[in-house]
């Protein structure tokens, strides 16, 4: 019911928080999530901007199979289990990997088609 979930970012050394009451003072870092929770990742750094992201739970490549498993040998009790304890579901994305844009950058400009 649980995973590892990682935050990378470069540079390295930035403070992460997550709205489902994680956090580390410097990138990178790893926490072990429930696979159920859905959240958003601040990731401040002094001299960047604050970058902002969702992490969404979807089926796990195996989960699809595993449930099908499960009803099999375990019946639709089994099958239950793990839809409510989130036992099939990834986070995602997962490693977040964030490149921090230092304040005060130039936005990318967009160029008109020739």
């Given at each position: 019911?649980n995973?590892?979930?990682?935050?990378?970012?470069?540079?390295?050394?930035?403070?992460?928080?997550?709205?489902?009451?994680?956090?580390?003072?410097?990138?990178?870092?790893?926490?072990?999530?429930?696979?159920?929770?859905?959240?958003?990742?601040?990731?401040?750094?002094?001299?960047?901007?604050?970058?902002?992201?969702?992490?969404?739970?979807?089926?796990?490549?195996?989960g699809?199979?595993?449930?099908?498993?499960?009803?099999?040998?375990?019946?639709?009790?089994?099958?239950?289990?793990?839809?409510?304890?989130?036992?099939?579901?990834?986070?995602?994305?997962?490693?977040?990997?964030?490149?921090?844009?230092?304040?005060?950058?130039?936005?990318?400009?967009?160029?008109?088609?020739?």
């Amino acid at each position: 019911t649980n995973t590892t979930f990682t935050v990378e970012t470069m540079p390295s050394g930035a403070t992460v928080a997550t709205t489902n009451g994680y956090g580390c003072l410097a990138t990178p870092c790893t926490f072990k999530m429930p696979r159920k929770s859905e959240f958003t990742v601040t990731i401040t750094k002094p001299g960047y901007k604050t970058y902002t992201g969702t992490v969404v739970t979807k089926v796990a490549g195996a989960g699809g199979a595993a449930m099908a498993g499960n009803v099999l040998v375990g019946g639709l009790i089994g099958a239950g289990v793990d839809a409510s304890s989130g036992a099939m579901l990834d986070l995602v994305p997962n490693p977040m990997k964030v490149t921090l844009e230092p304040e005060g950058a130039a936005a990318p400009t967009s160029q008109p088609n020739s």
